[in-house]
């Protein structure tokens, strides 16, 4: 099992600012993943946090907008760039811990974003 | 790559009644299908999995089957009561790696 620490848990930020949302875990974990999502809709994956390499991202995000960090197994952070009104979501970071058939998600309780 | 398609994407049932959500996947490959609850404000936590040598799983009120051959999965609650409002995530591993790939969620309400 892993307990997430997300930091922080909400913020109000003006358009055209940086927000640096961090997580860190209690114990090594397989992946590290951060997520966007809506109150009550589907989870959309950003990027898969890559341990001392330049993380993975989906289509439709970059690194220029949605930098991240992992320096070692069980920290990693997620920087929202040059924010707009449209960034305004919840951001949760994941990990994952086991193997391909017993892997279990663990989530930190989110970074609730409004830009304004 | 995999795919997960989630149905219903809302789901209204009376209190008692049981409530079914399915998946279906297209990586033949993937061999592990979790489900996750999120309640309001919270975050998603496991809630029953299954592998895919094994046909059905239950625990308690809830239940999940497979279907290799159709590649589809379904979770089934029981006797549903308030506390099961809440929004249902399936997903599954590819076989190549360790990243969930999910399906869209189901909304789940609960009429008393």
């Known amino acids: 099992s892993a307990v997430i620490s997300q930091k922080p848990s909400r913020d109000i930020c003006q358009r055209g600012t940086s927000l640096t949302i961090q997580c860190q875990v209690d114990?090594?974990?397989?992946?590290m993943f951060w997520y966007r999502q809506q109150p009550g809709q589907s989870l959309t994956l950003i990027a898969t946090?890559?341990?001392?390499?330049?993380?993975?991202?989906e289509s439709g995000f970059v690194i220029d907008k949605f930098p991240i960090s992992r320096p070692n197994l069980t920290f990693s952070t997620l920087t929202v760039s040059n924010m707009s009104p449209e960034d305004s979501s919840i951001y949760l970071c994941?990990?994952?811990?086991?193997?391909?058939?017993?892997?279990?998600?663990?989530f930190g309780q989110g970074t609730r974003l409004t830009v304004v | 790559g995999e795919n997960v398609e989630q149905h219903p994407s809302t789901l209204s049932v009376q209190e008692g009644d049981s409530a079914v959500i399915k998946c279906t996947y297209s990586?033949?490959?993937?061999?592990?299908f979790p489900w996750y609850k999120q309640e309001l404000g919270k975050r998603p936590q496991l809630i029953i999995d299954?592998?895919?040598n094994v046909g059905e799983k239950k625990d308690q009120r809830i239940a999940v089957t497979l279907n290799k051959t159709a590649k589809h999965f379904s979770l089934h609650i029981t006797e549903t009561q308030p506390e099961d409002s809440a929004v249902y995530f399936c997903?599954?591993?590819?076989?190549?790696?360790?990243?969930?790939?999910w399906g869209a969620g189901t909304k789940l309400i609960i009429k008393p």
């Open positions: 994941s990990a994952t811990v086991g193997t391909s058939m017993n892997t279990e998600a663990f």
């Open positions: 114990s090594q974990v397989t992946m």
């Open positions: 946090a890559n341990q001392g390499s330049e993380a993975t991202y």
């Open positions: 990586d033949s490959a993937s061999n592990y």
């Open positions: 299954i592998r895919s």
């Open positions: 997903a599954a591993i590819p076989d190549s790696n360790y990243q969930l790939i």
